[in-house]
């Protein structure tokens, strides 16, 4: 309950300061998610809001802490895109408060109330804590006497700590907990505590003459063990009441956005729903953005089959390998912050690694280039490899064990895509900034660009507007299959996102705010073998690069655990698009791309080439049979039938491939290529697929 101490009559803003420009006005009826973000580039990005929300924003305070008004303030809604140059938060929520003043004529009444919280402190006598050992981050039950509750929290930091007191040991914290410790490490720590209803009868025996019981230990004495203190204080917050506010209809929009028609509109839906039928997929999500304004934002089929959830815009989706380019970015930080050397050697940071990493450089992790065996394949990630996808490992565990891995080539001789390149990033971001990689991701990326969706994957936490991931089997759909925590934590794509937060990313990779141009530069240029030449998948760091048409496209995409997902930026034309789906072996970059032209028909891709069938000798065939690793997951297996060779993709059918050339290969059923690349004997070591780019698979089988 909220308690008034004061009341404090607001004065009239003096409307001196405004924003460069400014587009406000009734939100579009067709759309049903709301989005509010005040971006650092001095852009704010406000969609389908309540007027009560907006001034919730402006004054950054919780929604509940807005009051009164008339009605229309919870039900009229509004879009607001507004630019300034690049601004401290401050500075862009005073221009937001002057412009909503200003439009609608607000005159606001603010009082400073208190509600009750604990506090988390350092005791007296200073924290117990033991620096985290590993990247495992979770507070799991743990075994131990039977009259307490016990957790085993690892790699956990203190903000975590007071989130999960409430929810852990609600008979004693009926509040929210602040984090007042400074501490800003990540722990392990146990907590060991008996639930109130037993400890209260505990003390009440006690307190009548019975011996205390050493089992009673209160949550607020189980903290205390780690030298924190756990304290009920008084928060004050400062709270608005609305006295008076203009009716939206005398609000007119300075300008009009460029919306999609129509037309376009339903040429999108009826392909987008062509596409999913086409490929069985079950749920998909689409985002089109202009320089981070979303044009369309919008969910397909369901998000979790048996419950019967529809995909909406705030539905959230496995990023995959899509990952990777936040992961490429923050490196970028800490290369710009003199961190880190694009040219250090990778040893600088794995001193316990072999002689033969010395070569090898930051630069070749970030562009596959490294040389470094994939740990993911099925021999390594199976019962029997050192990478079980079922079993955890600490963080050093996972490294040691990487670190017994093969070399196969001599830094920036070839390119290979292998998912260890950006463990091991991560890992780096981790020694370097004593952060683990996704809590610097939060802090540095997701946290500014108002990215409240985005997140490491946690199959524990209860997360709003998760969807579910499925497999093909045979025809039959099927749930995902559960793999670790410790697999669901590595920078090689780990993560959660929603098409609502990639328009975010995409603003943020316009303009200077996120990076700097020359570091931009840098990841989105074509990483050269050390012949000098582009390497064959023309392949950046952490995206690929590409052309259509002559326009210029920036793209990547993801695969893992029953998800797939794909984002094009026609950076020449100011387009994005990215569509997230939740079925393994989907092909959503061509729906990416199909989507794109229907939004600018010069985005076509060309009709492709034509492709003739040879004849070749039978015997050849037996050479190329076997599974193919394209990425986390996704196998490409191909098998002989007869004088002839099918390939199938991880969930999806088996479709025959004919020869041009003895290894040259075409499907006709969809415009890819498959390259082998044999060996001396004619066995077939790897595979090049040629479908909206070029990707190099290893022979795991």
């Known amino acids: 309950m909220l308690k008034v101490l004061a009341i404090v009559l607001l004065p009239i803003a003096a409307f001196c300061q405004s924003f460069d420009s400014v587009d406000l006005g009734p939100a579009r009826a067709s759309d049903q998610w709301v989005s509010v973000g005040i971006l650092p580039d001095g852009r704010v990005e406000c969609h389908n809001a309540t007027l009560r929300q907006l001034i919730a924003a402006a004054y950054d305070v919780d929604l509940e802490l807005v009051t009164g008004g008339p009605a229309w303030l919870d039900t009229e809604r509004f879009d607001l895109s507004a630019t300034t140059a690049p601004a401290s938060k401050d500075k862009l929520l005073k221009l937001v408060r002057n412009l909503l003043g200003s439009r609608f004529q607000l005159t606001l009444r603010n009082s400073l109330r ?46 975590d700590l007071a989130d999960i007191l409430p929810r852990a040991a609600g008979g004693y914290v009926q509040f929210d907990v ?18 109130r209803g037993p400890y209260d009868a505990a003390a009440a025996r006690q307190a009548a003459g019975a011996p205390k019981d050493p089992m009673a230990v209160s949550i607020f004495d189980a903290v205390a063990k780690l030298g924190l203190s756990l304290e009920k204080a008084e928060l004050a917050k400062t709270a608005y009441t609305v006295e008076k506010a203009d009716h939206p209809a005398a609000v007119e929009r300075t300008s009009k956005p460029a919306w999609l028609t129509a037309d376009q509109s ?58 990777k380019q936040f992961v490429s970015a923050a490196v970028m930080m800490l290369v710009e912050e003199g961190k880190a050397g694009l040219d250090d050697s990778v040893a600088k940071y794995f001193p316990n690694a072999p002689e033969s990493w010395n070569p090898i450089l930051i630069k070749n992790l970030l562009s596959h280039t490294s040389g470094l065996a994939e740990y993911e394949t099925p021999e390594r990630t199976g019962p029997k490899g050192p990478f079980y996808l079922r079993l955890d490992y600490s963080e050093d565990e996972l490294v040691n064990k990487i670190e017994q891995l093969p070399i196969e080539f001599k830094p920036g001789e070839k390119w290979n895509y292998r998912n260890t390149n950006y463990v091991l990033l991560g890992v780096m971001i981790h020694k370097l900034t004593g952060k683990f990689y996704a809590d610097f991701l939060q802090e540095r990326i997701f946290r500014p660009w108002y990215m409240n969706a985005t997140r490491l994957i946690s199959e524990t936490d209860i997360i709003p507007n998760r969807a579910s991931g499925y497999t093909q089997n045979r025809g039959k759909l099927r749930n995902q299959e559960w793999v670790s925590p410790t697999f669901n934590s590595t920078a090689d794509g780990t993560l959660y996102f929603n098409v609502l937060d990639l328009a975010k990313w995409d603003e943020a990779l316009y303009g200077t705010s996120l990076l ?39 793209e990547h995409g993801g695969s893992w655990q029953g998800f797939t997902c794909a984002i094009s930026r026609f950076v020449d034309d100011g387009l994005t698009v990215a569509v997230l789906t939740n079925l393994a072996g989907a092909r959503p970059g061509p729906i990416v791309h199909g989507v794109a032209a229907l939004v600018n028909p010069s985005l076509k891709p060309p009709p492709p080439k034509e492709h003739k069938e040879i004849a070749i000798a039978p015997k050849l065939l037996d050479g190329y049979t076997g599974k193919y690793e394209l990425g986390r997951g996704f196998m490409l297996t191909i098998a002989r039938d007869g004088d002839h060779l099918n390939a199938q993709a991880t969930g999806q059918g088996m479709l025959p491939i004919f020869p041009e050339t003895e290894r040259d290969f075409f499907l006709k059923a969809v415009d890819a290529q498959i390259a082998f690349v044999t060996d001396a004997s004619g066995r077939a070591t790897e595979i090049i697929l040629r479908q909206n780019g070029d990707r190099s698979a290893k022979r795991v089988e």
Not at 183 to 193: I, K
Not at 288 to 305: E, M, P
Request: proline fraction near 7%; glycine fraction near 12%.
């Open 114 to 159: 208190t509600s009750p919280v604990y506090k988390l402190t350092v005791a007296k006598d200073g924290p117990k804590l033991q620096p985290a050992a590993g990247s495992e981050k979770g507070c799991p039950l743990a075994s131990g006497a039977p009259a307490q509750i016990h957790l085993a929290c690892h790699n956990f930091t203190m903000a």
């Open 178 to 195: 602040l984090d007042q410790t400074g501490l800003t490490d990540a722990f392990d720590f146990p907590l060991d505590w008996m639930a």
């Open 266 to 323: 339903a040429a999108i839906d009826k392909y987008v729903t062509e596409e999913m039928d086409r490929g069985h997929i079950p749920g998909l999500s689409v985002g089109i953005y202009s320089r981070g304004q979303i044009l369309l934002a919008k969910g397909y089929g369901l998000a979790n089959v048996e419950l019967n959830v529809p995909v909406k815009a705030e539905t959230i989706f496995q990023s995959g390998s899509v990952g």
């Open 516 to 554: 700097r141009q020359s570091s931009l530069d840098r990841i989105w240029t074509v990483f050269p073998l050390n012949d000098g030449k582009p390497n064959p998948a023309r392949y950046g760091f952490g995206w690929g690069i590409d052309a259509i048409n002559g326009h210029r496209v920036i």
